[in-house]
């Protein structure tokens, strides 16, 4: 079950990310000695990896993975892995093996073939392969980059992508099962382009995003714009 949580602002939606991540990251470590994360691209996720990236963390313990990425050369600007090193891994102390790209320019089938080798050989004997997965949304209901009308077998650890409605057409993204296979799933949703898909999630509408299902917490955090209604203080929160 998703939990939905509006925030004021955007930034507040970030902020409150950053705090949700922080706590995992602790807890994890504290239990496993090792905090597990899935990144996301968008400009909501980057504004929370600048927060993290003025934090003096335990990042030594931090492992870091991809939802999805494009099929781009390394090194270009389009890519979810260069945003994420350039707002926040390039500027903390995360050993660079501790950060795992999925090699996308290799091509979908390779890219997938290599990524879902690697988080094979990282499972877990007991409890979730990720302690969190960080997820946007998309205008048309998307996720990672399971785009509506197109198959996604749930068997497969990281899918092969072609004919994407966004450019560029071929990409790699972690499957649906996959990105569920955590303690914490985070969608951070902003902006008033994002309120139809919203509205249709919260309808029961088959959306991609609505077939993320964690195995432990799920949480969908908007501001107001997102959500369609003006904030309003929980005075529980």
Known sequence: MMQWKTRPTALAVA?????????????AIAARGEFRIVLAGGGTPEACYGLLAGMALEWSAWQVFFGDERCLPPGDAERNSRMAAAAWLDR????????????????????ARHYGALL???????????????????????????????????GPLA??????????????SLSAGTLGDCRLLLFLVTGAGKRDAVARWRAGEA?????IRPLRAGEVVLDPAADGTPWVRNGAE
């Open 120 to 154: 094979e050989g990282l499972r877990r004997p007991q409890g979730p392969l990720f302690d969190v997965v960080l997820l946007g949304l998309g205008e048309d209901g998307h996720t990672a980059s399971l785009f509506p009308g197109q198959a996604h077998p749930p």
């Open 92 to 111: 903390v102390a995360i050993p660079a093996g501790n950060v795992r790209p999925i090699p996308a320019e290799a091509g979908p089938e390779a890219g």
């Open 207 to 211: 959306i991609p995003a609505a077939g």
């Open 15 to 27: 902020e409150y990310a950053r705090d949700r991540i922080v706590e995992a990251a602790e807890a």
């Open 159 to 172: 899918l092969p992508v072609h004919d994407a409605p966004k450019p560029p057409p071929e990409r790699v």
